[in-house]
């Protein structure tokens, strides 16, 4: 050893292990220098949100150690928000279920075997069903999982269990506008294609907060090269509002009130698009009878802004080349819900602001699977977009699965909230739940902990036995998660993408489609096998069974062509182009082939605020860190880090002057329902009388009224009047 | 995608690369804080960014601001760092850790305002971000730029001298620009903003144990090393005084993430007022020892009495060092940004400590009539010194808002150890004892209550020692 060696080594140390632990070299295909030195790259849509960006996870020794966006998808071309940058991290926790667990009679769990839990299930479910009736069990379900495991679910429960009742958590986030597009459209049908953002000379969002919440979604809108108008509706002041050209600050569930009124300015100015109206929709007279009635003074005060700003609002709308519109929980979670995204599509209707690029009435979904949940998970519709209560649609249902028609329910099932309600009214004794949190999610804990002791048998099926909700249950089933199997999940666009394996499920824990396929084993349903026997053939089956339907995917190659393409949108029927924007022919699926305008009066919300509750409490994601109840990005180290740990509550800085409330103090909120303590956090991100409280913890949705959406159950998350006081 | 022509030029003389920050284009979405995370293969969680929220005072706005290294003109960091682990690459300008030099002191992260480096407690070293030179090398964005959707982030190249003459800072509650000369260019922020204060801004610094015990030792041993020449049981209590050195030295070694390469931490010595601590005590504490050693010989007649001259001189100097070195201590933590360590809390409570418990231990060993000069030593410097306290932790100037909450609340308990201790055994037992002098216990206990109470002073010196740091608030 020379000096300078000797040096190198002992005086001053240049290089060494720690920083050899950190040299990054080329990655496999196009990842570029990574960390690690991966040997493969397996690419899969994100198992989050509906956005449907797609990763490539790089694995070493066939074990997944890293992950990146894929570079050339045309939905996120190489980026993606924190959650999927961190995809793999609630994957590979160490808190994953490894096995079933059954409650012990002293309240505690004991792990089991699959044969023990799958034979607890079978009796447990037959004896219930013995006591009181086949529609005695119910199953709650989600917008997570594969489009091919929703469908054997779905089928599994209601044509071999004799599972009348069965809905998804997609209940509390896209019924609305799966209910208003059937009603205008004639089909569930989300016109959109993301190019749209990119293509609008007018955007405008309305309830939507994709800065934080769909962040790839702002990456088409800031690379808009058309200098667009951004409006953003919203009472909030959100990073989005931020972002926009313009913000309407409006009052929490004016949105009808203020639509219908901008309805009636473009009428009243002639700025609608009479020739596509004559063409393409029916019921215009009415619908412009019924705004010309809308006391224009009257919007102005429910919805807080002046008679300027709604006129420029409806001047906007009415002279954009290429106006789109969109929507997301502001709008879904409404006592009027379906009625405002109506009124949203009525706007694009009127002036002809649909089928062309750029335009469209189009909702942003939330879950990554929630599109492949309204096609298949066979709860409020028949299987592919089909009708329970239409005998031909049953037939045809019948004839793809192998089965006798008269096993096919006659209606559908009855949604979540009315699920629990006949839980409580003890119609309903076995329930089983499958990833999804609902003691956390659902707008009234008090009534899941309500029915908890009504039910006879509680089944979780989760990736983690700790949630609120596998808590609470008899029998806990430990799944695979997304990247630990195959399948097909569906995004905002309507675009077709694939989740791969790329890690094994943990212990003797198993994917949830296998699961299902056993308990069909169990209850010796062999037609299950045969049109389900793997994803692949399921996915076939799907394909038969969206045949004819609006949402036609048969033209699809199998498996091979979606990740050829990076995803492939429906519809695209046999022999035919995938269709990347709809109604560009005008065509809608009703049977007279147009549109309808649908509305109704405005009301109130049921519970107002009072001199006892005078502020409204506002509910939504706080950051693009944290999804939803947190079981998965709570397990994050470096999603949690970036999360804010408390509970913490928003309140204007004016407004908390003259409650002498100052930053960081506590604060007690209490609504009609209950209370809690929260951080304040001043911000003018919120307007005097309105309060925002980040929905990722638990104790928030114990204060809100449990109000929903009279045509699509849809709960109101929105809108809960409260009172506020600074603790001492 | 490694492109050679999209990668910035590469800077010329007197040029290097900027991080450049369109903040109007920034979301807060984060995605620049995983993908450093994942593209530079880091710790569960580590990232070397971060993305915080600062509100307008007046007018609406709440601005996500993306912040890591800022690799700056004059890094705080490489000055500060006892080891030389910094180094500011002559042709890039990056400023690059050597995280096999780094010996895990984590003063560097005292002397940083913006939070660059950061403490990885599995590795015992610390980390920052290197502007993903390898990236950058061959033309590939930086991981921060992979994550950004917007393209808020870019790498530019700019000259020194023109950041330099711009200076300012948009950042208000950061350091002032001069400190460090920051080169990161944030791009259209509004001016008049605040940063917004979550409930991670309320948290105490951590404690940092063995420094407490390093520093509190150190000082006892040098107070009474000076103490001990105007008492006759000087060589006893010069003993004592080497052995608390050294615990005081070893206790130092146990906040260290690589103790094994201590031996560095002279290095800086040129800039770094840790290794000049390093370097006074690593003399201080053998020349002690030394004497103290001849002093026995001496005594025990195994070497001449007339090297006697050359051991005082001995003492002396070793007292010059130990002195220097607790001078030291105190400009290290001094010369830090953290707003309770300007001014006189280090550069006088130091020696205050040293005079304190020095006096106060001399007396408790010989509790004579004779030494009761020790207890006007220790009434006059334990009470001033109290003053002073109580002066800056409620005077409404003393201390920010924050400081002043934490010290009303979850701190309440050690303020009030620390000045009702430093009240009781600094003038109420002294007091006592110049009526009653040859109590040797209550002299004992009240040399252990001043000890404790500077222990209590010391941690929260720590715990308060709360920096500038980039905005905070991760909700979006």
């Given at each position: 050893?020379?000096?300078?060696?000797?040096?190198?080594?002992?005086?001053?140390?240049t290089?060494?292990?720690?920083?050899?632990s950190?040299?990054?070299?080329a990655?496999?295909?196009?990842?570029?220098?990574?960390?690690?030195?991966?040997d493969?790259t397996?690419?899969?849509?994100?198992?989050f949100?509906?956005?449907?960006?797609n990763?490539?996870?790089?694995?070493?020794?066939?074990?997944?150690?890293?992950?990146?966006?894929?570079?050339?998808?045309?939905?996120?071309?190489?980026?993606?928000?924190p959650?999927?940058?961190?995809?793999?991290?609630?994957v590979?926790?160490?808190?994953?279920?490894?096995?079933?667990?059954?409650?012990?009679?002293?309240?505690?769990?004991?792990?089991s075997?699959?044969d023990?839990?799958?034979?607890?299930f079978?009796?447990?479910?037959?004896?219930?069903?013995?006591?009181?009736?086949?529609?005695?069990?119910?199953f709650?379900?989600?917008?997570?999982?594969?489009?091919?495991?929703?469908?054997?679910l779905?089928?599994?429960?209601?044509?071999?269990?004799g599972?009348?009742?069965?809905?998804?958590?997609?209940r509390?986030?896209?019924a609305?506008?799966a209910?208003?597009?059937?009603?205008?459209?004639?089909?569930?049908?989300?016109?959109?294609?993301?190019?749209?953002l990119?293509?609008?000379?007018?955007?405008?969002?309305?309830?939507?907060?994709?800065?934080?919440?769909?962040?790839?979604?702002?990456?088409?809108?800031v690379?808009?090269?058309?200098?667009?108008?951004?409006?953003?509706?919203?009472?909030?002041?959100?990073?989005?509002?931020?972002?926009?050209?313009?913000?309407?600050?409006?009052?929490?569930?004016?949105?009808?009130?203020?639509?219908?009124?901008?309805?009636?300015?473009?009428?009243?100015?002639?700025w609608?698009?009479?020739?596509?109206?004559?063409a393409?929709?029916?019921?215009?007279?009415?619908?412009?009878?019924?705004?010309?009635t809308i006391?224009m003074?009257?919007?102005?005060?429910?919805?807080?802004?002046?008679?300027?700003?709604?006129?420029?609002?409806?001047?906007?709308?009415?002279?954009?080349?290429?106006?789109?519109?969109?929507?997301?929980?502001?709008i879904?979670?409404?006592?009027?819900?379906?009625?405002?995204?109506?009124g949203?599509?009525?706007?694009?209707?009127?002036?002809?602001?649909?089928g062309?690029?750029?335009?469209?009435?189009?909702?942003?979904?939330?879950?990554?699977?929630?599109?492949?949940?309204?096609?298949?998970?066979?709860?409020?519709?028949?299987?592919g977009?089909?009708d329970?209560?239409?005998?031909?649609?049953?037939?045809?249902?019948?004839?793809?699965?192998?089965?006798?028609?008269?096993?096919?329910p006659?209606?559908?099932?009855?949604?979540?909230?009315?699920?629990?309600?006949e839980?409580?009214?003890?119609?309903?004794?076995?329930?089983?739940?499958?990833a999804?949190?609902?003691?956390?999610?659902?707008?009234?804990?008090?009534?899941?902990?309500?029915?908890r002791?009504?039910?006879?048998?509680?089944?979780?099926?989760?990736?983690?036995?700790?949630?609120?909700?596998?808590?609470?249950?008899?029998?806990?089933?430990?799944?695979?998660?997304?990247?630990?199997?195959?399948?097909?999940?569906?995004?905002?666009?309507?675009?077709?993408?694939?989740?791969?394996?790329?890690?094994?499920?943990?212990?003797?824990?198993?994917?949830?489609?296998?699961?299902?396929l056993?308990?069909?084993?169990?209850?010796?349903?062999?037609w299950?096998?045969?049109?389900?026997?793997?994803?692949?053939?399921?996915?076939?089956?799907?394909q038969?069974?969206?045949?004819?339907?609006?949402?036609?995917?048969?033209?699809?190659?199998?498996?091979?062509?979606?990740?050829?393409?990076?995803?492939?949108?429906?519809?695209?029927?046999?022999?035919?182009?995938?269709?990347?924007?709809?109604?560009?022919?005008?065509?809608?699926?009703?049977?007279?082939?147009?549109?309808?305008?649908?509305f109704?009066?405005?009301?109130?919300?049921p519970y107002?605020?009072s001199?006892?509750y005078?502020?409204?409490l506002?509910?939504?994601?706080?950051?693009?860190?944290?999804?939803?109840?947190?079981?998965?990005?709570?397990?994050?180290?470096?999603?949690?880090?970036?999360?804010?740990?408390?509970i913490?509550?928003?309140?204007?800085?004016?407004?908390?002057?003259?409650?002498?409330?100052?930053?960081?103090?506590r604060?007690?909120?209490?609504?009609?329902?209950?209370?809690?303590?929260?951080?304040?956090?001043?911000t003018?991100?919120?307007?005097?009388?309105?309060?925002?409280?980040?929905?990722?913890?638990?104790?928030?949705?114990?204060?809100?009224?449990?109000?929903?959406?009279?045509?699509?159950?849809?709960?109101?998350?929105?809108?809960?009047?409260?009172?506020?006081?600074?603790?001492? | 995608?490694a492109?050679?022509?999209?990668g910035?030029?590469?800077?010329k003389?007197?040029?290097?690369y900027?991080?450049?920050?369109?903040?109007?284009?920034?979301?807060?979405?984060?995605?620049?804080?995983?993908?450093?995370?994942?593209?530079?293969g880091?710790?569960?969680e580590?990232?070397?960014r971060?993305?915080?929220?600062?509100?307008?005072?007046?007018?609406?706005?709440?601005?996500?601001?993306t912040?890591?290294?800022?690799?700056?003109?004059d890094p705080?960091?490489?000055?500060?760092?006892?080891t030389?682990a910094?180094?500011?690459?002559?042709?890039?300008?990056?400023?690059?850790?050597?995280?096999?030099?780094?010996i895990?002191?984590?003063?560097?992260?005292?002397?940083c305002?913006?939070?660059?480096?950061?403490?990885?407690?599995?590795?015992?070293?610390?980390?920052?971000?290197?502007?993903?030179?390898?990236?950058?090398e061959?033309?590939?964005?930086?991981?921060?730029?992979?994550?950004?959707p917007?393209?808020?982030?870019s790498?530019?190249?700019?000259?020194?001298?023109?950041?330099?003459?711009q200076?300012?800072?948009?950042?208000?509650v950061?350091a002032?620009?001069?400190?460090?000369?920051?080169?990161?260019?944030?791009?259209?922020?509004?001016?008049?903003?605040?940063?917004?204060?979550?409930?991670?801004?309320?948290?105490?610094?951590?404690?940092?144990?063995?420094?407490?015990?390093?520093?509190?030792?150190?000082?006892f041993?040098?107070?009474?090393?000076g103490?001990?020449?105007?008492?006759?049981?000087?060589?006893?209590?010069?003993?004592?005084?080497?052995?608390t050195?050294?615990?005081?030295?070893?206790?130092?070694?146990?906040?260290?993430?690589?103790?094994?390469?201590a031996?560095?931490?002279?290095?800086?010595?040129?800039?770094?007022?840790?290794?000049?601590?390093v370097?006074?005590?690593?003399?201080?504490?053998?020349?002690a020892?030394?004497?103290?050693g001849a002093?026995?010989?001496?005594?025990?007649?195994?070497?001449?009495p007339?090297?006697?001259?050359g051991?005082?001189?001995?003492?002396?100097?070793?007292?010059?060092?130990?002195?220097?070195?607790?001078?030291?201590?105190?400009?290290?933590?001094?010369?830090?940004?953290?707003?309770?360590?300007?001014?006189?809390?280090?550069?006088?409570?130091?020696?205050?400590?040293?005079l304190i418990?020095?006096?106060?231990?001399?007396y408790?060993?010989?509790?004579?009539?004779?030494?009761?000069?020790?207890?006007w030593?220790?009434?006059?410097?334990s009470?001033s010194?109290?003053l002073?306290?109580?002066?800056?932790?409620?005077?409404?100037?003393?201390?920010?808002?924050?400081l002043?909450?934490?010290?009303?609340?979850?701190?309440?308990?050690?303020?009030?150890?620390?000045?009702?201790?430093?009240?009781?055994f600094g003038?109420?037992?002294?007091?006592?004892?110049?009526?009653y002098?040859?109590?040797?216990?209550v002299?004992?206990?009240?040399?252990?209550?001043?000890?404790a109470a500077?222990v209590?002073?010391?941690?929260?010196f720590?715990?308060?020692?709360?920096?500038?740091?980039?905005?905070?608030?991760?909700?979006?």
């Open positions: 050893m020379n000096i300078k060696e000797f040096a190198q080594k002992f005086i001053r140390q290089d060494g292990p720690l920083t050899q950190l040299h990054k070299k990655g496999p295909g196009d990842v570029g220098l990574v960390p690690g030195a991966p493969q397996v690419s899969l849509v994100c198992g949100c509906s956005t449907g960006c990763l490539k996870v790089m694995k070493t020794g066939g074990e997944p150690t890293n992950l990146s966006p894929e570079k050339t998808h045309p939905v996120n071309s190489g980026k993606a928000c959650k999927g940058w961190q995809a793999l991290a609630p590979l926790s160490t808190d994953r279920a490894t096995a079933p667990l059954i409650k012990e009679p002293s309240g505690g769990f004991r792990t075997s699959w023990e839990a799958l034979g607890l079978h009796d447990e479910l037959i004896k219930t069903q013995d006591q009181s009736g086949k529609g005695s069990a119910a709650l379900s989600t917008g997570q999982i594969t489009t091919e495991e929703m469908a054997l779905g089928s599994l429960t209601k044509f071999g269990l599972f009348v009742e069965g809905d998804g958590n997609t509390q986030c896209m609305t506008s209910v208003a597009y059937k009603q205008s459209f004639g089909f569930d049908a989300p016109p959109l294609s993301y190019e749209d990119k293509e609008s000379d007018v955007l405008v969002f309305i309830g939507a907060n994709p800065c934080i919440n769909h962040p790839i979604l702002w990456k088409h809108v690379a808009n090269p058309h200098d667009p108008k951004i409006i953003v509706i919203d009472p909030r002041f959100t990073k989005t509002a931020q972002g926009a050209t313009e913000h309407l600050p409006i009052t929490p569930k004016s949105d009808l009130a203020l639509l219908y009124g901008v309805a009636k300015i473009l009428v009243e100015q002639g609608i698009d009479l020739e596509y109206i004559e393409h929709t029916t019921e215009f007279d009415e619908f412009r009878d019924f705004v010309l006391d003074d009257q919007v102005c005060i429910d919805s807080g802004l002046s008679q300027d700003e709604v006129f420029g609002l409806a001047k906007s709308i009415g002279s954009g080349e290429r106006v789109s519109f969109w929507w997301t929980m502001g879904n979670q409404g006592h009027q819900a379906v009625l405002s995204a109506q949203i599509i009525n706007l694009a209707l009127m002036t002809g602001n649909m062309r690029p750029g335009t469209g009435a189009n909702s942003i979904t939330g879950q990554c699977n929630a599109m492949g949940s309204r096609l298949f998970s066979n709860t409020t519709g028949l299987l977009g089909h329970f209560a239409d005998e031909m649609h049953r037939e045809k249902v019948a004839t793809i699965l192998g089965i006798d028609p008269a096993l096919i006659q209606r559908a099932s009855i949604p979540y909230d009315q699920i629990l309600s839980i409580e009214a003890g119609n309903i004794k076995f329930l089983w739940v499958v999804t949190n609902p003691a956390h999610s659902w707008i009234d804990p008090d009534q899941w902990e309500r029915i002791s009504k039910l006879d048998f509680l089944v979780v099926q989760d990736i983690y036995g700790d949630t609120l909700t596998a808590k609470g249950a008899d029998l806990f089933l430990p799944a695979g998660s997304w990247g630990e199997k195959e399948g097909v999940m569906i995004n905002s666009e309507r675009r077709l993408s694939k989740v791969n394996p790329v890690h094994e499920a943990p212990g003797i824990a198993k994917t949830d489609f296998d699961i299902f056993e308990i069909a084993n169990r209850f010796n349903l062999g299950v096998e045969k049109s389900f026997a793997t994803p692949a053939k399921a996915f076939e089956t799907l038969h069974l969206s045949t004819g339907q609006p949402c036609d995917f048969s033209g699809i190659e199998g498996y091979r062509e979606i990740e050829a393409q990076g995803g492939v949108q429906w519809p695209k029927a046999k022999g035919k182009e995938a269709v990347k924007r709809l109604f560009a022919d005008g065509v809608y699926y009703h049977p007279d082939q147009k549109a309808q305008f649908c109704e009066q405005v009301t109130p919300p107002l605020t001199p006892l005078p502020f409204v506002l509910t939504g994601r706080g950051s693009s860190s944290q999804w939803h109840t947190g079981t998965r990005t709570d397990r994050s180290p470096i999603l949690k880090r970036m999360s804010p740990k408390k913490y509550v928003e309140i204007n800085p004016e407004q908390g002057q003259l409650l002498s409330i100052q930053e960081g103090d604060v007690q909120i209490k609504s009609r329902n209950g209370l809690l303590v929260a951080w304040a956090v001043l003018q991100q919120v307007k005097a009388l309105e309060i925002f409280i980040p929905m990722h913890y638990g104790e928030l949705n114990f204060l809100l009224d449990p109000v929903f959406d009279g045509l699509s159950h849809q709960p109101s998350y929105k809108y809960t009047p409260v009172s506020i006081e600074p603790l001492r | 995608m492109d050679q022509t999209t910035p030029s590469i800077p003389p007197g040029e290097q900027v991080f450049e920050v369109d903040l109007n284009t920034c979301t807060g979405c984060k995605g620049c804080v995983t993908a450093c995370h994942n593209l530079n880091l710790k569960p580590e990232s070397w971060s993305v915080g929220v600062m509100e307008s005072i007046s007018g609406k706005l709440s601005q996500s601001i912040t890591s290294c800022h690799h700056c003109l705080a960091c490489l000055s500060g760092c006892p030389i910094y180094v500011k690459d002559p042709l890039t300008g990056v400023v690059r850790h050597l995280d096999d030099q780094c895990g002191c984590q003063y560097c992260i005292l002397r305002p913006y939070e660059a480096p950061k403490w990885i407690p599995s590795l015992g070293i610390v980390r920052k971000c290197d502007m993903c030179t390898e990236r950058l061959i033309g590939e964005e930086t991981a921060c730029q992979q994550g950004c917007n393209g808020a982030i790498i530019g190249v700019r000259d020194k001298r023109d950041i330099a003459i200076g300012g800072w948009p950042v208000p950061a002032p620009w001069e400190y460090t000369s920051p080169t990161t260019q944030y791009l259209g922020l509004s001016a008049g903003t605040k940063t917004r204060e979550l409930e991670e801004h309320y948290e105490p610094e951590k404690a940092h144990l063995p420094l407490v015990l390093m520093l509190i030792l150190t000082q041993s040098v107070g009474l090393w103490i001990s020449f105007f008492l006759e049981e000087m060589k006893l209590l010069q003993t004592i005084s080497v052995v050195a050294l615990s005081g030295l070893v206790s130092s070694t146990f906040h260290l993430g690589h103790p094994e390469k031996y560095r931490a002279f290095l800086g010595f040129r800039t770094s007022w840790l290794s000049r601590e370097v006074f005590f690593g003399l201080y504490a053998p020349m020892a030394g004497c103290v002093d026995w010989l001496i005594g025990n007649g195994w070497v001449e007339s090297y006697l001259t051991l005082l001189v001995g003492q002396w100097v070793a007292f010059g060092f130990g002195m220097f070195g607790v001078f030291a201590s105190a400009k290290l933590y001094q010369t830090t940004p953290r707003p309770l360590w300007k001014g006189s809390k280090a550069l006088l409570g130091f020696p205050m400590t040293a418990l020095g006096s106060a231990f001399a408790s060993y010989s509790p004579l009539e004779s030494h009761q000069w020790l207890l030593v220790l009434m006059a410097s009470q010194w109290l002073l306290e109580i002066r800056r932790n409620h005077r409404p100037k003393g201390l920010s808002p924050q002043r909450s934490l010290l009303q609340g979850p701190l309440k308990g050690e303020w009030n150890l620390q000045r009702y201790g430093l009240f009781v003038l109420v037992v002294p007091c006592l004892l110049l009526g002098p040859d109590s040797a216990p002299s004992s206990l009240m040399f252990y209550g001043l000890l500077c209590f002073e010391r941690h929260l720590f715990k308060l020692g709360i920096g500038p740091r980039m905005p905070k608030g991760e909700a979006g």
